[in-house]
T-cell receptor
Framework: DQQVKQNSPSLSVQEGRISILNCDYT??????FLWYKKYPAEGPTFLIS?????DKNEDGRFTVFLNKSAKHLSLHIVPSQPGDSAVYFC?????????????FGKGTKLSVKP | DAGVTQSPTHLIKTRGQHVTLRCSPI?????VSWYQQVLGQGPQFIFQ???????GRGNFPDRFSARQFPNYSSELNVNALLLGDSALYLC???????????FGPGTRLTVL
């Protein structure tokens, strides 16, 4: 069973518009959530994180929203740029259980068209 | 500052062989984690080490083992390789076990 789900395998957005990537989770013990970006032949690059005590975290063009009651988080990229084209992974961990291992979704491939 | 480094970059082995993958964390980071990523999937957790002790283990067979050295570098060992072990093996480091993890470029293992 998948504890972290990214139900959209791909997303295509026009340059300058907003990209919204979604992620759902099932484990209520998760208390820390992260987004990573991955280019081909490279390791994932950390983008932004959010603790379960918050519902929003912003860093430049990237904002992550957390809805604990719905067990849902989303990553907003505004404005989208062609260089944002990559695979985006949502990840979660249950640090309150003294563990830091990340559980990843399957990823969403974002294509930003000029 | 150097990021997480992994060696080798690529590796080709045959079934039944043994492989050792190496990882050097970011300076000052005390935790190293290993992940396996197969095509079309997200990375899957194998091990986490913190201060040279195993902090967590994923759902992988005993053929997989790892260790962390006093300088915080780490090795992942896989015995009796199977075709299904072909994957990208990622190492990630973090300051502590609960912080955001920074990934290396990975080692691409192909088992023939």
């Amino acid at each position: 069973d998948q504890q972290v789900k990214q139900n959209s395998p791909s997303l295509s957005v026009q340059e300058g518009r907003i990209s919204i990537l979604n992620c759902d989770y099932t484990n209520s013990m998760f208390d820390y959530f992260l987004w990573y970006k991955k280019y081909p032949a490279e390791g994932p690059t950390f983008l932004i994180s959010i603790s379960s005590i918050k519902d929003k975290n912003e860093d430049g063009r990237f904002t992550v929203f957390l809805n604990k009651s719905a067990k849902h988080l989303s990553l907003h990229i505004v404005p989208s740029q062609p260089g944002d084209s990559a695979v985006y992974f949502c990840a979660a961990s249950a640090t309150g259980g003294s563990q830091g291992n990340l559980i990843f979704g399957k990823g969403t491939k974002l294509s930003v068209k000029p | 500052d150097a990021g997480v480094t992994q060696s080798p970059t690529h590796l080709i082995k045959t079934r039944g062989q043994h492989v050792t993958l190496r990882c050097s964390p970011i300076s000052g980071h005390k935790s190293v984690s290993w992940y396996q990523q197969v095509l079309g999937q997200g990375p899957q957790f194998i091990f986490q080490y913190y201060e040279k002790e195993e902090r967590g283990r994923g759902n992988f067979p005993d053929r997989f083992s790892a260790r962390q050295f006093p300088n915080y570098s780490s090795e992942l060992n896989v015995n009796a390789l199977l075709l299904g072990d072909s994957a990208l093996y990622l190492c990630a480091s973090s300051q502590d076990y609960y912080n955001e993890q920074f990934f290396g470029p990975g080692t691409r293992l192909t088992v023939l």
